[in-house]
């Protein structure tokens, strides 16, 4: 399905402050890595920079496929109903009719027509998880995705990462204690 | 692609609270000038291009805060490029779905400020000819503006000062548009800003 990412000698400078460097990494289809380390390290960066969303100081980035990112920001506008919203990026996606089946993979499925601004930050955050399931993209770049979600939820993300890593999808996770990523190398920043 | 994304931006616009705040300001304007100028006719017909297209170009710039800066806070951006969608795309569907929804309920208006500034048919017709000509500009000029001052608190006055200056040859040939060729003109700065505008507008999101 999916080919490997490889992270080489990689650097970041951030505000004129080098952030890390000389990390290196690799992930093979079906496997997954975890983004370790204390706040201010550069998990998040790191992830950034995977996601094309920021540009090495140095070092480079070997992986061509389509990527799908779930960071911080969720990407839901206030008005919108849930199911609207989802659908707008899986259309750009090619993906609608996966959406339904990543709606219940998260269990959001009944909150399709309620308008987000209205969602607590948990479902939202189901919700960015359900869009990265819907995207079918091989590599997901995950930062936090447990941060607010209840334990159920939490066991729907480790069930639905461990889908896409049996389907031959690769994982990259920022993480803080065990989300549920069975034998996932570790990379330690800071 | 580009289809998505406008009848996206589309939708957005047209179920934000803010979408009838641009005409009813031009309205509000226009009906101002009588009561500031005084009942003179004469004046008020003379004047009344200058006034519909400062009005104009002031209302293209009420909503600029919200044209981009929303996207880069929540991450709308980051997921767009994230998918490798380019941000001249973005920006070009953004512009077209703006000058919908400011210039069209603009032009909608018109016969209204035309009335309230005394304006007879034929200067009217050609007021909004050179309107129709003139504001894809202006929205153009409006994206490029909201793409700079996104991010930044108080954008919306910075905005204006970019835009403005920018505005000026639009704002001439459109006040002159009785002058043979300012039609021309017109349409000719109008080109520009639009094939300017959502490079410029990109350039400015892409991120450091």
């Excluded at chain 1, 496929?65 to 849930?82: D, M």
């Excluded at chain 1, 990543?102 to 607590?120: F, G």
Aim: with cysteine; charged share 15%; net charge positive.
């Amino acid at each position: 399905m999916s080919e490997a990412l490889e992270i080489i000698d990689l650097a970041c400078q951030r505000g004129g402050r080098l952030l890390f460097e000389g990390v290196s990494a690799q992930v093979v289809p079906g496997g997954a890595l975890q983004l370790v380390g204390p706040n201010g390290t550069g998990k998040s960066t790191l992830l950034r920079l995977l996601a094309g969303l920021l540009q090495p100081a140095a070092g480079a980035i070997r992986y061509s496929g389509r990527r799908a990112f779930a960071g911080h920001e969720v990407a839901l506008k206030p008005r919108q109903p849930l199911g609207v919203e989802l659908a707008h990026w899986a259309r750009l996606d090619g993906g609608l009719t996966r959406l339904p089946a990543a709606m219940t993979a998260m269990n959001i499925t009944a909150l399709a027509e309620v308008p987000c601004r209205l969602l607590s930050s948990g479902q939202r955050r189901r919700a960015a998880i359900a869009r990265v399931i819907a995207a079918g993209a091989p590599l997901w770049l995950l930062d936090e995705p447990t941060a607010g979600l209840d334990s159920a939820s939490a066991a729907l993300l480790a069930a639905a990462m461990a889908a896409h890593r049996a389907a031959g999808g690769l994982i990259v996770a920022a993480v803080h204690g065990d989300i549920g990523l069975d034998g996932a190398a570790q990379l330690r920043l800071g | 692609m580009l289809w998505a994304l406008f009848r996206r931006d589309v939708v957005l616009i047209s179920r934000s609270p803010a979408l009838w705040l641009p005409v009813m300001f031009f309205v509000l304007a226009a009906a101002l000038f009588p009561f500031a100028v005084g009942p003179d006719a004469r004046l008020l017909a003379r004047i009344a291009p200058g006034i519909i297209w400062v009005a104009a170009l002031l209302a293209s710039l009420l909503p600029v805060e919200t044209l981009l800066a929303p996207d880069l806070d929540d991450g709308t951006i980051d997921q767009l490029i994230t998918r490798g969608i380019a941000l001249e795309l973005v920006c070009a569907a953004r512009i077209a779905a703006h000058w919908l929804g400011f210039a069209v309920p603009l032009l909608a208006a018109l016969p209204v400020a035309g009335v309230l500034l005394g304006v007879d048919f034929a200067t009217a017709q050609r007021m909004a000819f050179a309107l129709l000509l003139g504001t894809p500009a202006l929205a153009s000029l409006a994206v490029v503006a909201g793409a700079l001052t996104a991010g930044l608190k108080g954008g919306g006055a910075l905005a204006g000062l970019i835009v403005l200056p920018l505005a000026l040859p639009v704002l001439i040939f459109g006040v002159g548009s009785d002058v043979a060729g300012a039609f021309r003109l017109l349409a000719a700065a109008s080109l520009v800003a639009l094939a300017v505008g959502p490079f410029a507008a990109a350039a400015a999101l892409k991120p450091a």
